[in-house]
Nanobody, 126 residues
């Protein structure tokens, strides 16, 4: 059974950078679409970015385009989210999620992912 564990969160000033990692275990991730979600205090959870199983298709929400970059290393069972030029509105708990059936592409909604990590806090504040 697939398990996901996020790491790399923390407190950064505006304009700073963080790289989140998501370590997968239990099964290979080659066939899974992976996404990063986030939930800010008092707000609903939102999809931030997704990446297809091969890594050749990605989707970003407008607010992070040009600042965030998702990548994956299937051989290492790792997924990464590089976050640059962080803004206070990026403050949230970030979740890594995986699903075998969902499509990651610009014209597709994020959908409901099947497997979730426990989440990690990212705080952007001066």
């Amino acid at each position: 059974q697939l398990q996901l564990v996020e790491s790399g969160g923390g407190l950064m000033p505006p304009g700073g950078s963080l790289r989140l990692s998501c370590a997968a275990s239990g099964v290979i991730i080659d066939y899974y679409t992976i996404a990063w979600f986030r939930q800010a205090p008092g707000k609903e959870r939102e999809g931030v970015v997704c990446i297809s199983n091969s890594g050749d298709s990605t989707k970003y929400i407008d607010s992070v385009k040009g600042r965030f970059t998702v990548s994956r290393d299937n051989a290492k069972r790792m997924i990464y989210l590089q976050m640059n030029n962080l803004k206070p509105e990026d403050t949230a708990v970030y979740y890594c999620a995986a699903d075998l059936d969902l499509v990651c592409a610009e014209n597709y909604a994020f959908g409901t992912y099947d497997v979730w990590g426990q989440g990690i806090q990212v705080t952007v504040s001066s």
